[in-house]
């Protein structure tokens, strides 16, 4: 199983439907691939608060058929990250997940909102379920961003049959060692794969750590981009799951 993950830098010189133009032709660039990934509300950038609710589309909006079109047009799995999603109930960090004929397999609204008592924790609503994506040869378990220092919720994951967590964020450079660590930590912890694509650049004044980084279910680093826009490709197999869950049953130890 190949997977691409399309660091993208989010530059505020660069409209937001020029943004989707270029994300989506570099989707198609990806033909060819099993699996894509984008990262965290890349059409305003996770930090750029002000812009969440002048941006905000329903679900169905033009990212959706950007992306569900890119996806068929490429004839990939796409984990297209996350919009700002305006609903009745709210606005949600949702994140889109599309099959190779441009259906929408998935959709996951971000649970834990990252901010304290401001920004995104203040601005947007959470979601309450748990979501995964079944794919021929494996299931997605979706999280975003902050949600990464959540173990609790990896575990219900797995308890949903998620072999392969896909996390799409925009996480700070400031705290890159914990992303880097994190991600091998869910990864070991759940025997699982963690494919999480990260934003390159700087947007609302908040540099971005990048370093998109693919780890498979024995905690190994198979690859991790630099700091700056990237495609990261990767090949992965996705019976190495069930090898490393009956080589080393940690996970059958489970009193809890
Ligand atoms: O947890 C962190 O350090 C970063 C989280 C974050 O930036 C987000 O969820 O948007």
Same mark, same amino acid.
């Given at each position: 199983?190949?997977?691409?993950?399309?660091?993208?830098?989010?530059?505020?010189?660069?409209?937001?439907?020029?943004?989707?133009?270029?994300?989506?032709?570099?989707?198609?660039?990806? =033909?060819?691939?099993?699996?894509?990934?984008?990262?965290?509300?890349?059409?305003?950038? =996770?930090?750029?608060?002000?812009?969440?609710?002048?941006?905000?589309?329903?679900?169905?909006?033009?990212?959706?058929?950007?992306?569900?079109?890119?996806?068929?047009?490429?004839?990939?799995?796409?984990?297209?990250?996350?919009?700002?999603?305006?609903?009745?109930?709210?606005?949600?960090?949702?994140?889109?997940?599309?099959?190779?004929?441009?259906?929408? =397999?998935?959709?996951?609204?971000?649970?834990?909102?990252?901010?304290?008592?401001?920004?995104?924790?203040?601005?947007?609503?959470?979601?309450?379920?748990?979501?995964?994506?079944?794919?021929?040869?494996?299931?997605?378990?979706?999280?975003?961003?902050?949600?990464?220092?959540?173990?609790?919720?990896?575990?219900?994951?797995?308890?949903?049959?998620?072999?392969?967590?896909?996390?799409?964020?925009?996480?700070?450079?400031?705290?890159?060692? &914990?992303?880097?660590?994190?991600?091998?930590?869910?990864?070991?912890?759940?025997?699982?794969?963690?494919?999480?694509?990260?934003?390159?650049?700087? &947007?609302?004044?908040?540099?971005? =750590?990048?370093?998109?980084?693919?780890?498979?279910?024995?905690?190994?680093?198979?690859?991790?981009?630099?700091?700056?826009?990237?495609?990261?490709?990767?090949?992965?197999?996705?019976?190495?799951?069930?090898?490393?869950?009956?080589?080393?049953?940690?996970?059958?130890?489970?009193?809890?």
């Amino acid at each position: 199983m190949r997977a691409s993950l399309i660091q993208i830098g989010v530059n505020e010189d660069e409209s937001v439907e020029a943004r989707r133009r270029r994300v989506a032709s570099l989707v198609r660039e990806q =033909a060819g691939a099993d699996l894509v990934v984008l990262p965290e509300l890349w059409t305003t950038g =996770a930090f750029a608060y002000e812009s969440f609710e002048a941006e905000a589309e329903p679900l169905e909006g033009p990212t959706y058929e950007a992306m569900a079109k890119a996806a068929s047009d490429a004839g990939v799995w796409l984990h297209a990250g996350s919009i700002p999603e305006l609903d009745p109930a709210g606005l949600y960090n949702t994140s889109l997940v599309f099959s190779p004929s441009g259906e929408l =397999a998935a959709a996951y609204r971000k649970i834990h909102r990252f901010g304290f008592d401001k920004g995104e924790a203040v601005l947007m609503s959470a979601g309450t379920e748990v979501v995964t994506a079944r794919l021929p040869s494996t299931t997605l378990g979706l999280a975003t961003c902050y949600d990464l220092r959540f173990p609790e919720l990896f575990r219900r994951l797995v308890d949903a049959d998620a072999e392969m967590f896909v996390v799409p964020a925009g996480w700070p450079e400031r705290r890159r060692s &914990h992303w880097t660590l994190l991600a091998q930590a869910r990864a070991i912890e759940n025997q699982s794969y963690v494919v999480a694509c990260g934003t390159a650049g700087t &947007h609302a004044r908040v540099p971005q =750590a990048g370093h998109s980084i693919v780890v498979d279910p024995w905690g190994e680093v198979l690859a991790e981009a630099g700091a700056d826009e990237e495609i990261l490709t990767v090949d992965l197999d996705p019976a190495k799951v069930a090898t490393t869950r009956e080589q080393f049953p940690a996970l059958k130890d489970r009193v809890l």
